[in-house]
């Protein structure tokens, strides 16, 4: 079955919990303590003004906060804390605003790079196949990024995202870039393969239809 490979057992999924998170840059908080669970096939939205902390959020449930910023509070998935763990042992795909594709990289190889080094070479190359077909980007394999659409971009980076097998999903405004013709078409796309994989979402964005499109819960960022 197409894109059956980049489905991971049900049994290895589980609820994004954060238990009364905050950030501080020094002594000054960027938002009141927030308690949020996000259960498997869920979209839940972050809203909040320009340097509320949102993308910060982000960036400490993958790993990736910077030093100047003081967390406190947990996260955890499945039931387990991952605050402690380095970025690549969390199970957490990140999908930006920016996509981040390699440009000295054709489409596949951008695909490749997402698999984990432990998958043998023909496995490797049939998962990025079916990710191209599932995605219908089947034909563009040998393909500079560069020469790609918004939306081709957008959808080459989920799917890169998604061969990782990541255990819970961020998306930090990936749509805000595509015209409106185009934002609508992606988002869903995202979000239905997300849902496919009954993966746990985080959604930060500024736009209300991207909030209302998510259809779960929101949350709304407010200094402290």
Known sequence: MTGSRLVEAESERGALRLESVALAVGSKPLFDPITLEVSSGEIAAVMGPSGSGKS???????????????????VRIA????LGLPPERRGVGLLFQDDLLFPHLTVRDNLLFGLPASVAPAERRARAQEALEEAELAGLEERDPATLSGGQRTRVALMRTLLSGPRAL????PFSRL???????????????????????????HDPDDAAAAGGQRVALHPA
């Open 179 to 205: 015209d409106d013709a185009l934002r609508d078409r992606i988002r869903r796309f995202v979000f239905d393969h997300a849902a496919r994989r009954n993966l746990p979402v985080l959604l930060v964005t």
């Open 79 to 82: 039931g387990r804390s991952i």
């Open 170 to 173: 961020l998306l930090d405004e």
């Open 56 to 74: 910060s959020l982000l960036s400490l449930i993958a790993g990736l906060l910077s030093p100047a910023i003081t967390a406190h509070g947990d």
